[in-house]
């Protein structure tokens, strides 16, 4: 080893993070307080939506995108089987069906081509959803998937959980953040530790619909509502002179416990003021990498993104011929892991999960099989020295014999 090990993805805390989490433990709110709303609040404005509901982790993001198109048994959903489980769980902890599509070979996204295939191969499911994988934090074409969609009355969520400080082609040679919502209906993030920020769990689902963001609200906290205006039961609600009991609450949906800890807000509020500083240095270390890779081609090469994007990648991602160089995936991982260099492969196509295989049967898609067959991702945070950067590249290029 030459130098201290470099995991695959790390976060970022400094003084400014753990004075802001001091501050809410010491507060008087543990769980639920207003930092959440302060959160939720700051976060919607820095991505470009009406609104942004803040939950527990990436996996209840989804969740709640799902439950407030009102999914459920009898509709099917369109999946890119190159993603992590919880895109393709989401709708099915709905009830619905997933239809999973193939992806590109070689960027591991969902194409208009690949949805539209998908389509065609279920003619007679009720097909309500598509999810969409921002991989990596490489936008699909959202124009592209979005008109499909519309055309077909099909709703889009994007999984954004890699894409936060992104922005995707919107038409008209336009520019739109990921998570504006601008050809979506919900957008969803993790803000897992080696994501771009981070709140230590939880996740945030952004939408411009007010119905949406009631309902994921509503379900977020166990199906309760609190709002007099909205009670049914108005005998129970409110007293003999019209006033709204203090105490009561209707369960009115079964819900979940989905909320997230105020401290967990503050910590999310504090990275997010530096989400523009933390994209700067992941495109600057993206570029980086990009420049010193481009003479190991064809035979590692990173994932490419789509023309005119400008994204804000989570992780880096390269596509290495293992016949090539001779070796397989495990010993180059265990051959960089020896030099002090961490790698992890996003992601099993989920359509080869045995859950999946027992409900769907073996499904054959070729590009996902392909992406996954040479995809590695190798050492991105913000943190990273540029001649961090300069030692991964010299360990891959030793590979290559």
């Known amino acids: 080893m030459s130098g201290p090990f470099l995991p695959y993805g790390r976060q970022d ?55 407030a198109l009102d999914l459920g048994p009898g509709d099917s959903v369109v999946v890119p089987a190159v993603t992590f489980l919880a895109t393709a769980n989401a709708a099915r902890f709905c009830g619905a069906e997933v239809i999973f599509a193939d992806v590109d070979p070689d960027s591991g996204r969902l194409t208009a081509a690949a949805f539209e295939a998908a389509l065609a191969q279920h003619p007679q499911a009720s097909i309500r959803a598509v999810l969409p994988v921002h991989l990596n934090g490489h936008c699909v074409d959202m124009p592209a998937i979005r008109a499909i969609a519309e055309a077909r009355g099909i709703a889009v969520i994007e999984d954004a959980c890699h894409a936060i400080g992104g922005r995707h ?14 050809l979506s209906e919900l957008a969803c993030f993790s803000l897992h530790p080696v994501k771009t920020i981070t709140s230590g769990e939880g996740g945030v ?29 108005a005998d129970l609600g409110f007293d003999a002179d019209g006033e709204a009991n203090p105490w009561y609450y209707e369960m009115q949906a079964l819900g979940y416990n989905y909320r997230i800890t105020d401290f967990a807000c503050a910590l999310g509020s504090s990275q997010l003021k530096r989400l523009d500083t933390y994209s700067r240095r992941r495109r600057d270390l993206a570029a980086r990498y990009d420049r010193l890779l481009a003479p190991l081609a064809p ?59 027992w409900r769907y049967g073996e499904i054959r898609l070729p590009g996902a099989e392909a992406y996954y067959a040479r995809a590695l991702s190798i050492p991105l945070y913000p943190t990273m020295q540029d001649d961090d950067v300069d030692r991964v590249v010299s360990a891959l290029q030793a590979l290559i014999r």
């Open 299 to 357: 035979v590692i090469r990173p994932v490419s993104p789509a023309p005119g994007d400008d994204p804000v990648l989570h992780l880096y991602a390269v596509l290495i011929d293992f016949a090539v160089l001779g070796r397989s995936r495990a010993a180059v991982m265990r051959d960089l892991k020896a030099a002090g260099i961490g790698t992890m492969v996003h992601y099993i196509p989920v359509n080869r999960q045995p859950y999946y295989r």
């Open 169 to 182: 082609q919107a038409g008209n040679r336009s520019l739109a953040p990921v998570g504006s919502c601008a």
């Open 205 to 233: 689902t952004s939408t411009n619909d007010e119905a949406a963001y009631r309902r994921m609200c509503t379900f977020r906290s166990h199906g309760m509502v609190r709002e007099p205006a909205d009670f049914l039961h």
């Open 13 to 67: 805390i400094d003084a400014s993070d753990l004075a802001a989490v001091a501050e809410a433990l010491q507060s008087g709110y543990l769980t639920t307080g207003p930092r959440v709303a302060e959160f939720e609040a700051a976060f919607a404005k820095s991505v470009g939506a009406r609104h942004a509901v803040v939950s527990n982790s990436g996996t209840a993001a989804l969740h709640l995108a799902c439950i």
